[in-house]
């Protein structure tokens, strides 16, 4: 580190919230997080289409979500990695604006003005305005990113996250977990060393992880979450409160109304951040609701720090709950550890500040920013291996456990939650029928004995098996978890030594054709987008320049009309601007070059003709 990278190595670390995501980049030796075009250094991670059919990613998208709600797609990640009939699938479709749909193989997708959308692209779409963003800081083009998951992410979470990357046109070194990365922040700048517990409650996920630190090695002993409990749960409470008041007061249910839920939830979140610092808060909502007669509805609520705190309590408790079992994972007690970090936007609610100062009995680190840090520790990780560095060493561990369906429907662990990653384990399967050529293996992640009560990663057909008596067949089946919690499965056949062959089905997500499919789809929005900023950079300049040329026009007129060698001029030069006029209609990018250049002559020459005058 310290030496000034080649342009080709930038890596960029990208935090990909639920709420909002935040990029960083280590620059001459330490991480920095890069503001965006508003100079705001988080992005919403939201997404909507216009209603000219126009992508808006972040701020920009944000602030139309009341009027387009239909059309604004936030929470994303809340989607990503999930089948359709799960029970994530069915809040978001009860409780959220925009409509989701069942995608073709069994995952969730999602509508704006009409079109379908898998969740990686929608990921995609914010990762792509992530990388511009890095691409205007840095000055040159951005390939390589560590991007960040919440710990308790499963396989099919993981591999969805990294096909948004890849249709984001981002080569992703690693996945890392969002609480491990913030450790590596912490550790590198305090020079915190010892055992520490990470608390990150995010948008939509909570993460706890606990890890011991020590001279660079950064070990994680035990982790567990909730990749389903965050602020949009908390909104959730406020906003419900919010509408049964206005049912008591109006008799009206605006549950139906997009917009004026849209309102509410809004004005939800507003005023649940501002009971952060004050301990009274006032909701109102002019003309929230129209009656058929043409009456209009206001909303109009004080809310205080206490009632917020009651209505959102059993949520506080339940990250608590994970924080104990997570601490009994790793045979701890609150007093075995060193500091508490504490991470992500959520983490400015006093009750949730109380309540870990309680529980792990101290006051939690005041040195880290709680949005920042984890894109900084993911920026560092990013460029540890890129430069091959021997001073970060990064050991994770697999927050569920792996194995496979054995008869019976039951589940045979093989990797069990906690082991440090990467790793790997084997299995012997055999036949049970003679004459049988294919085995069909269920690969699952969960802490259940029932194989159906876990998340199904996939099914892998054995095919080619030797034809013999049943049981004589015996196949090596080797599960592995990567450094990035990412699964992988391999198959040999333990007689003659080959490699079995193995087709995956997939059970979620894309399949390769779609998402080579989307990554070309999306590079050639890319280069629409640049385009599109070059033209709008060419037709500024050119309106910048016939301006000037035009402001000088009386004046030259008034010296040159006298010859017909000036006459000439001043029409020669009336004509560029013509043309100029004409070319800014359009969006030939290089006709606009070539008229400015013309357009530079006049306004040279004019000014020589004016200064000339004037020195006279
Ligand atoms: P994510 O990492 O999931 O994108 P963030 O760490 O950005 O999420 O946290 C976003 C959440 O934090 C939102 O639910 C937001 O309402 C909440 N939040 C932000 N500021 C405050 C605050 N001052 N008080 C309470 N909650 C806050
Ligand atoms: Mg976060």
Not at 82 to 102: G, L
Not at 273 to 295: A, I, K, R
Not at 375 to 386: E, K, P, R, V, Y
Not at 594 to 599: F, H, R, T
């Amino acid at each position: 580190m310290g030496a000034q990278l080649n342009p080709m190595d930038y890596v960029v670390g990208i935090d990909l919230g639920t709420s909002n995501s935040v990029v960083a980049v280590v620059e001459d030796g330490a991480p920095v997080v890069i503001p965006n075009k508003g100079g705001y250094t988080t992005t919403p991670s939201i997404v909507a289409t216009s209603e000219s059919g126009t992508r808006l990613v972040g701020h920009i998208a944000k602030r139309q979500s009341v009027t387009n709600a239909r059309n604004t797609v936030f929470a994303a990640k809340r989607l990503i990695g999930r089948k359709w009939d799960s029970p994530p699938a069915r809040t978001v479709q009860q409780s959220c604006p925009y409509t989701i749909v069942e995608g073709p193989h069994g995952d969730v997708r999602i509508m704006m003005r009409d079109q379908v959308y898998s969740v990686p692209e929608i990921s995609a779409f914010i990762l792509q305005e992530i990388k511009l963003v890095a691409e205007q800081y840095v000055g040159a083009s951005v390939q390589k990113a560590v991007v960040t998951v919440p710990a308790y992410f499963n396989d099919n979470q993981r591999q969805a996250t990294k096909d948004a990357g890849r249709i984001a046109g981002l080569d992703v070194l690693r996945i890392v977990n969002e609480p491990t990365a913030a450790s590596l922040a912490y550790g590198l700048d305090a020079k915190g060393e010892g055992t520490v517990a990470v608390y990150d409650l995010g948008g939509g996920t909570f993460d706890v992880s606990i890890l011991s630190i020590e001279d660079g090695v950064f070990q994680v002993i035990s982790t567990a979450g909730d990749t389903f409990l965050g602020g949009e749960d908390f909104d959730e409470r406020v906003s419900g409160w919010l509408v049964e008041r206005f049912r008591e007061l109006t008799g009206v249910d605006v549950r139906q109304d997009r917009m004026a839920l849209q309102r509410i939830r809004d004005a939800a979140e507003q005023t649940r951040c501002e009971l952060s610092t004050v301990t009274e808060s006032s909701v109102d909502l002019p003309f929230l609701y129209t009656m058929p007669n043409g009456d209009t509805h206001h909303l109009q609520e004080t809310l205080s720090r206490t009632q917020l705190n009651d209505l959102t309590k059993d949520l506080v408790d339940r990250t608590i709950q994970i924080c104990r079992k997570t601490l009994e994972e790793a045979n701890l007690s609150p007093r075995d550890l060193d500091d508490v970090i504490l991470v992500g936007g959520m983490v400015r609610m006093p009750l949730i500040q109380e309540s870990v100062t309680k529980f792990f009995q101290r006051e939690p680190c005041r040195g880290v920013h709680p949005d920042e840090v984890v894109a900084l520790g993911a920026s560092i990780q990013g460029t540890a291996l890129t430069q091959g560095s021997t001073d970060l060493l990064l050991l994770d561990v697999t927050p569920h456990s792996l194995g496979i369906m054995i008869s019976g429907g039951y589940f045979h662990e093989l990797i069990g939650q906690n082991t440090t990653v990467p790793t790997s384990a084997s299995h012997i399967f055999t036949t049970v029928r003679d004459n049988q050529t294919s085995v069909k293996i269920l690969v699952l992640q969960g802490e259940s004995d029932k194989a159906a009560e876990n998340e199904l990663l996939g099914e892998f057909i054995l095919s080619g098996l030797e034809k013999a008596v049943r049981g004589q067949v015996e196949v090596d089946v080797t599960l592995s978890i990567s450094a990035d919690g990412i699964v992988s499965v391999a198959a040999r056949d333990l007689k003659t030594g080959r490699e079995q062959s193995i087709t995956v089905t997939a059970t979620s997500g894309l399949t390769e054709e779609e998402l080579s499919a989307l990554v070309s789809q999306s590079h050639d929005y890319m280069l629409d987008v640049k385009k599109n900023e070059e033209l709008e950079r060419a037709q500024l300049q050119v309106r910048k320049i016939v301006e000037e040329v035009e402001a000088l026009f009386p004046e030259v007129r008034d010296v040159m009309s006298g010859t017909s060698f000036g006459r000439d001029a001043i029409s020669k030069a009336e004509a560029v601007v013509e043309r100029a006029k004409q070319d800014l209609q359009g969006s030939d990018v290089r006709a606009l070059g070539e008229v400015q250049e013309s357009l530079d002559r006049t306004l040279s020459m004019f000014r020589g003709v004016v200064t000339k005058t004037k020195l006279n």
